[in-house]
């Protein structure tokens, strides 16, 4: 199923390097590679499931503190999903929030994720987005990723080739 899920990711998305984030705050950034429409489903943020503190410590002392960037909090909260090292092109969606909440920042966004069973989620598109354009998820008001000040800046890209469908 995993084979399936990625090939289709890799239809409708790409990976690319913003040319100019110098400050590395992006990193890697997911684009349309074909136009979207609203609600289609992109696909589930995979993972290892992390259901209990000790669990996640020690994955955090097997893969260091910055596996914690790759947690995606369950339904019932108790458990995470790590995309690191291990996860699918979804955990690389950026947080159109950079420093503080405005209205501006909040209209970027056009991807939300949706709930399915315990442990899944699932990402889809919210309105129309266009062959090029940037994905966008907002991961809430506790998720703070950019030192304050930190502006972003215009896009220019470099095009990564699409993951492999064993990863």
Same mark, same amino acid.
């Given at each position: 199923? =995993?084979?399936?899920?990625? !090939?289709?990711?890799?239809?409708?998305?790409?990976?690319?390097?913003?040319?100019?984030?110098?400050?590395?705050?992006?990193?890697?950034?997911?684009?349309? =590679?074909?136009?979207?429409? !609203?609600?289609?489903?992109?696909?589930?943020?995979s993972g290892r499931l992390l259901d209990s503190e000790k669990i996640r410590r020690e994955y955090e002392k097997e893969y260091g503190k910055e596996a914690s960037n790759y947690y995606f909090a369950t339904r019932s909260q108790e458990r995470l999903v790590s995309a690191w090292p291990q996860g699918n092109l979804l955990s690389l969606l950026n947080s159109p929030v950079f420093t503080r909440r405005t209205a501006e920042a909040e209209a970027r966004q056009n991807?939300?994720?949706?709930?399915?069973?315990?442990n899944i989620n699932f990402f889809l598109t919210t309105r129309n987005i266009s062959?090029?354009?940037?994905l966008w998820f907002d991961y809430g008001p506790d998720y703070q990723h950019f030192e304050s000040g930190e502006a972003l800046h215009s896009t220019q890209v470099k095009e990564e080739p699409p993951s492999s469908e064993g990863e």
């Open positions: 199923m =995993k084979e399936t899920h990625d !090939a289709r990711m890799n239809a409708m998305m790409s990976v690319s390097i913003p040319l100019d984030d110098s400050d590395g705050y992006r990193g890697r950034t997911i684009y349309a =590679k074909t136009d979207l429409t !609203a609600f289609t489903v992109l696909g589930p943020y991807v939300s994720a949706v709930l399915v069973g315990k062959a090029g354009e940037e």
